[in-house]
């Protein structure tokens, strides 16, 4: 079995290369599998950047929902 590098992503923004206006596909294949990277990297990015905020209230029950 190969060994998983510790990755330390807390906020979407630590997934986003600022400089290049593009997806950290490096950090996103360390802690998604492919299929999930590969949706992931195809969410268009907000620009100009933004500080981060909430940007969905919590549900006592501790579920998101996403809509397809």
Request: one cysteine or more; a positive charge; proline letters at 7%.
């Amino acid at each position: 079995m190969n060994e998983v590098e510790a990755v330390n992503v807390w906020w979407v923004s630590d997934v986003i290369d600022k400089e290049a206006g593009s997806w950290k596909l490096d950090v996103l294949s360390r802690i998604f599998p492919p299929k999930v990277c590969s949706r992931i990297s195809c969410l268009p990015l907000n620009l100009p950047w933004r500080e981060d905020r909430w940007a969905w209230a919590a549900k006592p029950k501790g579920v998101f929902m996403e809509k397809h």
